[in-house]
């Protein structure tokens, strides 16, 4: 295994970069946090629809995040592989693909997160808001998203491993991450499949069983400091 | 573009391909949810025990299956494993369709790693007081767990454990990367076969929605029929 170590390291790490583009460990990461980060606002946005009072947009809204859910994450990423250049109107790379795709997955399994994290305020909060003269909007920004945030925390960080692992499937539309680049050395060395398969399993099971403890231990935090907050509140 | 027909792919041969895909992707499920449950439940049971060997056997199965992607536990089941059997034994596995059953290994054990932890928490939610009677009346730990605490866990842990399926329905079409021709295979094949991407991709989303929402409805009617006692 030393051997593939010291050969193969710095392609695990980063693809071809700097001489192509980059890849493998590195741009597993990159994928997995970007997508996050532009799936949160609209995982934000779906999920006030889908609580909204306005049928209008709670319907289709509720219709779309439903289908969303139903669907495989490949198939959709066989809808943006081929419609996303005919709808953009130029070539669309593997990344930029591979990002739209878990942006409108993700998008649809957090609205799901916010919106439990949302029910999870009591109805209390946003009614004293609006009683004290704030706008539905305003409610929502400065008392009831704030407090939505921390409950919908772990779940969060849950939802980011998830993500990373979901970013291997770029692999089928060969983007060079961290499992294709894993199949790559696979086919470049031959011999050595064990070793080369657990190794990636290794590297993806570091990454996302900190990420799992992490989220427990907010998840114990929260729970420790719930009597106090709820003093507070009172 | 052509414009949009969809008689090309629900006819003649593209419709027989989709459908085989279909059938397949179902047995894939039927079969792996078979095997999964009774892994999960010893899983879970091991993690809930009192010895320490055993609860340690069960972390490290759950959460070293649950954190790799189902991607690497796929290619390691199909180009690793194989490496390290018998030459006999994979002259065999070669003969009889390696594709479909290394998709069962891998899918059993990543949805038994997720499934484990539904039917622990069932376990957990039964007030421990039951079990206490039950082994004070002389139940052995087994005859109380099968008699007294796993029945009353079912109640609670059958919907985790239908939207699990759920997940594993939707899981199979990951399949497709080590060949096996179900659903998401056989679409990629008529897309490539007939140059009519919306069309086939359409179906196929329709076919996977359709059996999706048949899941959420079993899961509602089971949670209106069954509802979990308040204890």
Partial sequence: VSGLVDTYWLYFLVGQYPHGPLGGLALTVLLGSSALVLALPLGVLLGLARISNWRLLRWPVTALVHVVRGTPLLMVIFWAYFFLPGLTGQKTSQFSTMLAALVIFNGAYLAEIVRAGIQGVPRGQMECARSL????????????????GRNMLPSLVNQFVTTLKETSLGYIIGL??????????????MTRPVAVYGFVAVSYFVLCFGLSRLAYAIETRLARDRPAAALHSA | MSHFDLAVVLGGEFRDWLLAGFVLSLQLTLVTLLLALPLATATALCRL?????????GFTLVEGVRNIPLLVHLMAWYFAVPELLPDAARVWLYDHGAESICAVCALTLYTSAYMAE????????????????AR??????????????????????????????????????????????????????????????AETFGVTTLAYLAVSLLITVLAAVYQHRWPVRAS
């Fill in chain 2, 49 to 57: 025990s009192a010895l320490s060997p055993l609860r340690g056997l």
């Fill in chain 1, 176 to 189: 060079s991450e961290l499992s294709f680049i894993g199949s790559q050395i696979n086919i470049q060395v």
């Fill in chain 2, 136 to 197: 004070a009346l002389g139940f052995g730990y087994l005859p109380s767990m099968r008699r007294v605490v796993l029945p009353q866990a079912v109640r609670i842990t059958v919907p985790p454990l239908i939207s699990q399926t759920l997940s594993l329905w939707k899981n199979t079409s990951i399949a497709t990367v080590i060949g096996t021709a179900e659903l998401m295979y056989q679409a990629q094949r008529v897309e490539t076969a007939s140059f009519r991407g």
């Fill in chain 1, 133 to 148: 003269g704030l706008g539905y909007a305003a409610a929502m920004r400065h008392v009831i998203l704030p407090q939505a």
């Fill in chain 2, 118 to 133: 539904d039917i622990r928490s069932g376990i957990r939610s039964v007030p421990v007081t039951q079990l206490e009677a």
